[in-house]
């Protein structure tokens, strides 16, 4: 079964400083992995995800994330953080059952940006 | 920008009574999902449908919830009866396997008191 780890519930940063959101799956096929955004009273907005070929991935609003196999991470990351970017995080692991590809998430990550 | 539609946005309601929550999901989506939120448990998967035939709902308690594809413009989720544990927000997603990326509609808050 497949299943995701993100690390921190609550991950601080100021404006400007360098944002990481960590995130770990365990999966018995190649996955495919997932971020997503959710802003308060909305639902989730893909960022990025990896589905295959190159392991780093850029996705909006500024943010990209490596697929590590041999560390079966799949850290989010941002060179530097905006007022903007303050919401929950969450990190997904998608693979196929029956033809579909069923996407199992993380508890998500608050990211909080200081001035 | 096409969206996956959801109502409503917010219902409350007293235990015992009957909840439906729809969504439509975007034109030529084959697959739709059916998330419940909580604090608690985080995002549970309940449901969900591949061209409008249901493939698994074992997320979802069966003796009170019911989800059901009628058309590919809607997807219903049934609630009765409804309790106070349901509390939540309930998201529908829609996607197709050409892009594995889905898209979430903006939930619907139920509140059972």
């Known amino acids: 079964a497949q299943s995701v780890t993100q690390l921190g519930s609550h991950v601080s940063v100021s404006e400007g400083a360098l944002v990481l959101l960590r995130c770990n799956y365990s999966?018995?096929?190649?996955?495919?992995l997932f971020w997503y955004v959710q802003y308060p009273n909305q639902g989730l907005q893909l960022l990025l995800k990896?589905?295959?070929?190159?392991?780093l991935v850029k996705g909006i609003n500024g943010f990209e994330a490596e697929f590590k196999k041999s560390e079966t991470s799949f850290h989010l990351t941002k060179p530097s953080a905006h007022m903007s970017d303050a919401a929950e995080y969450f990190c997904a692991v998608s693979d196929q059952v029956r033809g579909s590809y069923i996407p199992t998430f993380g508890r998500g990550t608050s990211l909080i940006v200081h001035p | 920008d096409a969206r996956v539609t959801q109502t409503p946005r917010h219902k409350v309601t007293e235990m015992g009574q009957e909840v439906t929550m729809r969504c439509q999901p975007i034109?030529?989506?084959?697959?739709v999902f059916w998330y419940r939120q909580t604090m608690m448990q985080g995002l549970e998967l309940l449901a969900y449908f591949r061209n409008r035939a249901p493939l698994d709902d074992s997320g979802m308690p069966k003796d009170r919830f019911s989800a059901e594809m009628p058309d590919a413009t809607l997807a219903t989720l049934k609630i009765q009866p409804s309790e106070p544990r349901d509390s939540a927000v309930y998201f529908c997603?829609?996607?197709?396997?050409?892009?594995?990326?889905?898209?979430f509609g903006s939930g619907t808050r139920l509140t059972v008191v």
């Open positions: 034109l030529g989506h084959n697959t």
């Open positions: 999966s018995s096929v190649p996955p495919y």
């Open positions: 997603a829609s996607g197709s396997n050409s892009n594995y990326g889905y898209t």
């Open positions: 990896y589905t295959t070929g190159a392991t």
